[in-house]
Structures are given as C-alpha cells and as structure tokens.
C-alpha cells in the first residue's frame, strides 16, 4: 500500500513538473514610457510637505534602543526577497552583538540627523500579470522590494507611533483596521 502511494505522489509530481515546463510565464511587452505615464497618471508627484521645528515627542524624538532593535529583529520575517542591496532578514537575525551595537550606532544616526541613506530610495519591481490585454498597465500588478534595513528602521517607528497614538488615544475605536 505505501509502495503504491509512493508511485502515485511521484507519478503526480512528474506530471506536474512536464505541465509547467511547457507552461508559458507572461512577458511584460508594456514599453518602460507607458510605465512612466501610467504611474505618473496614478501617482503624481506631491509637494514637500512643510517642516515643524521645536515639535518634539520624547516617546517619538528619543534614541532608538537595543530592545527596540532587537524585538524589531525578531519580527523579521525568513524567506522573503530581500531588496537591491541583497541583504536578507537573516542576515540581522544572525548580526553578534557587536555588530547589533554598530547597527544600533546607525540606526540612531540617521534617526538624530533625519537623512535616510539614498540606497532606501531605491526598490527592485516586478509586474505581474492579471488578465485582460497585456499592453495595458492597469492589468498587472506590481511587486516591489525595498532592502531589509529600510524595513527594520520603519518598523521601529511604526511601533514606536502605534504605541504613542493609543496611549494618546489618537485612534477612535472605531478604527480598527488599516492602523
């Protein structure tokens, strides 16, 4: 009986193997223009919004601390892509502590100075198609991959926001999901 069900899972998994080989993936055929215009059509380019000097939050403005490093570690998820700078989550869920303190060192740096490195500004993007006519742009969907640090810093201050706003009781109960 086992012998039998070992013959049919390999069996099936053959066939699987045969039917998406021969399977065509969707070619992105859209010209990189087109890109441009489409998203500059969704998304156009916003105003720097004005800066507010002496605003000051301790619970927001404070330096980011080795707890909060590494509960935010610890929330990394494993297997996922990591961004353009290649570096995964496992990368700084196996950082020693020395190289956790240097991290911290950064982290801080560009908390205190408000300058995010360029290389955040950067993603890796995919598009993936739905359905409907390939030449249209609204019929994929776009995947993007930001570098893992840039991760780690914004999940520090999300954590850091989320806690000041319900302490603060900024959030009506009623909103309770999209937070």
Not at 21 to 30: A, D, E, G, L
Not at 88 to 93: A, L, P, R, T, V
Request: charged share 25%; net charge positive.
């Amino acid at each position: 009986m086992i012998k039998h069900k070992k013959q049919a899972y390999k069996k099936n998994f053959w066939a699987a193997v045969r039917y998406h080989k021969h399977s065509q993936s969707s070619i992105n055929i859209v010209k990189e223009e087109k890109w441009k215009a489409f998203y500059n059509n969704i998304m156009p380019v916003r105003n720097k919004s004005k800066s507010y000097f002496d605003v000051r939050y301790p619970q927001l403005d404070s330096k980011i601390t080795m707890k909060e490093l590494e509960d935010s570690i610890r929330k990394l998820k494993a297997n996922k892509s990591p961004g353009p700078d290649s570096i995964s989550n496992e990368f700084y869920k196996n950082l020693s502590a020395e190289s956790r303190t240097c991290l911290l060192k950064v982290l801080n740096h560009i908390l205190d100075s408000e300058c995010i490195p360029q290389d955040w500004s950067l993603s890796s993007t995919t598009m993936l198609y739905k359905k409907g006519p390939q030449d249209n742009p609204a019929n994929y969907r776009p995947i993007t991959l930001l570098n893992c640090s840039l991760k780690l810093f914004t999940q520090i201050i999300c954590e850091r926001l989320t806690t000041w706003a319900e302490e603060n009781h900024l959030i009506s109960e009623e909103q309770a999901g999209f937070r």
